[in-house]
C-alpha cells in the first residue's frame, strides 16, 4: 500500500461546478499537509498548507480528519484556469522528517 | 527575488553515459532537495540537505546516483551510468532552514531522456 494515495482521475467537470478530491495517508506519524498544484509542464506550487481546524482560501478548502488519515480539497465556482493536477503532500516525523508526494489528481474544467 | 534556478532544462543522452544536473536554490533557503517525478506520477524524494549536510538520502540509488553541495548553497545531482529507467523530470526544491513543515519552492526541472 502507498504511503499517501490520491482520488484516480482525470475529473471532467463543467465551469462553475464544485468538485472535491481526496487523499488517504497510512502513516500515523504524518505531521503536516499540504496541497499543491501543478500545471501541465510547470513546476508543483504551494496551494495551501492544510490545518486540523480546517481552512479556506477563496474558493478552497482543505480540510483533515487525523481520525480516517485523510485530507481533502474542495474547490467550489471552478474555472478554466482550474485545470492542473492536484498533488497531496504529507510531511512524516519518523525521528526526522520526510516528503511524501501523492501521485496527483487531474483536472479538467470545461467551457 | 529569483527562484530555484536548475540546468540543463532538458538533457538527451545515451545509456551508460554520465549526465548531471545543477541546482542554486533561492538566497537564504539552507534546505535543497532533489526529487524525481515519473510520467503521471509525484514527485519522489531522492535526497536531502541541511546546509551542506546529506539528512535524507535514504531514497538516492547509490549505486549510480550521487549528489553534493559542498558549500551549502548550489548542488549537483550526478547519474553514472545512466540507464533507460532514469528516462525522467529530476526536480529541485529549496526551503529556509529549520522549515521542512513549510513550503518549498521548486525549480522549472530537467527532463532527462536516456535512449
Known amino acids: 500500500r502507498k504511503e499517501v494515495e490520491q482520488d484516480p482521475g482525470p475529473f471532467n467537470v463543467p465551469e462553475g461546478a464544485t468538485v472535491a478530491f481526496n487523499c488517504t495517508y497510512s502513516?500515523?506519524?504524518?505531521?503536516?499537509f499540504f496541497w499543491y498544484r501543478q500545471d501541465c509542464r510547470k513546476e508543483p506550487k504551494l496551494l495551501m498548507s492544510?490545518?486540523?481546524s480546517g481552512n479556506e482560501d477563496g474558493r478552497f478548502t482543505a480540510q483533515l480528519n487525523r481520525a480516517s488519515q485523510y485530507i481533502s480539497l474542495l474547490i467550489r465556482d471552478s474555472k478554466l484556469s482550474d485545470s492542473a493536477t492536484y498533488l497531496c503532500?504529507?510531511?512524516?516525523?519518523?525521528?526526522?522528517?520526510?516528503?511524501?508526494f501523492g501521485a496527483g489528481t487531474r483536472l479538467f474544467v470545461k467551457a | 527575488e529569483a527562484g530555484v534556478v536548475q540546468s540543463p532544462r532538458y538533457k538527451i543522452i545515451e545509456k551508460k553515459q554520465p549526465v548531471a544536473f545543477w541546482c542554486n536554490p533561492i538566497?537564504?533557503?539552507?534546505?535543497l532537495y532533489w526529487y524525481r517525478q515519473n510520467l503521471g506520477q509525484g514527485p519522489e524524494l531522492l535526497i536531502r540537505?541541511?546546509?551542506?549536510?546529506?539528512?535524507?538520502d535514504s531514497q538516492l540509488p547509490k549505486d549510480r546516483f550521487s549528489a553534493e553541495r559542498l558549500k551549502g548553497v548550489d548542488s549537483t545531482l550526478k547519474i553514472q551510468p545512466a540507464e533507460l529507467g532514469d528516462s525522467a523530470v529530476y526536480l529541485c526544491?529549496?526551503?529556509?532552514?529549520?522549515?521542512?513543515?513549510?513550503?518549498?519552492?521548486f525549480g522549472p526541472g530537467t527532463r532527462l531522456t536516456v535512449t
Open positions: 526544491a529549496s526551503s529556509p532552514q529549520g522549515t521542512t513543515l513549510y513550503e518549498q519552492y
Open positions: 502513516n500515523s506519524a504524518s505531521q503536516s
Open positions: 492544510v490545518y486540523s
Open positions: 503532500v504529507v510531511i512524516l516525523n519518523t525521528g526526522g522528517f520526510k516528503t511524501i
Open positions: 538566497s537564504g533557503h539552507n534546505t
Open positions: 540537505y541541511e546546509n551542506e549536510e546529506a539528512v535524507d
